[in-house]
């Protein structure tokens, strides 16, 4: 089955500062690739994906960037601000199966203002 | 849509009782999901089901965990009997697989304390 890798853990940066979470998947089948954001307490939101027929997406201050080749991924906040601390997952489907979405394990995002 | 639908929010039992967990997916969503959260192990898939039929419950810890959806609008979890260490937050997840709705969304989840 597929293996998600997610990197790192935990990830600290000044307000203002740019953040970036790495994933790197296992199955070539693999074809969608979303971004949840956990805020504390609440539920995981999804908050960008993209399609492996596409290599990069942005919306507003985040951005994720793709590479069918080397099978990783990456999260992009620009400017970020306190309110973008959470922890972020990133995940990965084959969307011909329909089967499940694997998780990454986690990276707890602190914005110190 | 008011979105995927969980209930209780939260749940105290004492250990050996039978707990059931709710959850109505998204109309139009074919795929249900059961994750478990806690700190140490993170977000953990339990089971999840494709047009109602169970695909894959390897993630089920034991026997004492079963799940069910009679029909496309309803699931339950249920663990019986509880255990402390059962305690964490359980989360359901719908997901469709037409072209404008492949990702998941999450339920408020339940916050299960068993004591």
């Known amino acids: 089955g597929e293996n998600v890798e997610q990197h790192p853990s935990t990830l600290s940066v000044q307000e203002g500062d740019s953040a970036v979470i790495k994933c790197t998947y296992s199955d070539s089948a693999s074809n969608y690739f979303p971004w949840y954001k956990q805020e504390l307490g609440k539920r995981p939101q999804l908050i960008i994906d993209i399609r492996s027929n596409v290599g990069e997406k942005k919306d507003q201050r985040i951005a994720v960037t793709l590479n069918k080749t080397a099978k990783h991924f990456s999260l992009h906040i620009t400017e970020t601000q306190p309110e973008d601390s959470a922890v972020y997952f990133c995940a990965a489907r084959d969307l011909n199966t329909g089967n499940q979405f694997y998780f990454g394990t986690g990276t707890s995002l602190t914005v110190i203002p | 849509d008011a979105g995927v639908i969980q209930s209780p929010r939260h749940e105290v039992t004492e250990m050996g009782q039978e707990v059931t967990l709710r959850c109505k997916p998204i109309?139009?969503?074919?795929?249900l999901f059961w994750y478990r959260q806690t700190m140490m192990r993170g977000l953990e898939l339990l089971i999840y089901f494709n047009n109602n039929v169970p695909i894959d419950d390897s993630g089920m810890p034991e026997d004492r965990f079963s799940a069910k959806m009679p029909n496309a609008s309803f699931s339950t979890l249920k663990i019986q009997p509880s255990e402390p260490r059962d305690s964490a937050v359980y989360f359901c997840?719908?997901?469709?697989?037409?072209?404008?709705?492949?990702?998941?969304?999450f339920g408020s989840g339940t916050r299960l304390t068993v004591v």
């Open positions: 109309s139009g969503h074919n795929s």
């Open positions: 997840a719908s997901s469709g697989l037409d072209r404008y709705r492949y990702g998941y969304t």
